[in-house]
C-alpha cells in the first residue's frame, strides 16, 4: 500500500492539538487594521478550531500529523 503525499500548504497552516482537534490561525491580521477595534484584533490572535463539518477534508490533506 502506498504512503499518502501531505499537503504541504494545509500542513503549514494546520495542526493538532493533544486532545486531536486542529487547530488554526485566524484570518483578517495582516493589514487594514486601523478600522478594526482593539478588542477585534485581541481576539484574532487567538487560535481558532476548524469545524465538525470541515475536519473530515483537513484530515485527509495531513493524514501523518501528530
Do not use: C, W
Amino acid at each position: 500500500m502506498p504512503k499518502i503525499k501531505t499537503n504541504r500548504g494545509a500542513a503549514k497552516r494546520f495542526s493538532l492539538t493533544s486532545s486531536g482537534k486542529i487547530k488554526h490561525k485566524k484570518n483578517y491580521t495582516s493589514h487594514i487594521l486601523t478600522k478594526k477595534s482593539t478588542s477585534r484584533k485581541r481576539g484574532l490572535r487567538q487560535v481558532g478550531f476548524i469545524s465538525k463539518a470541515d475536519e473530515k477534508n483537513v484530515r485527509e490533506l495531513i493524514p501523518y500529523a501528530k
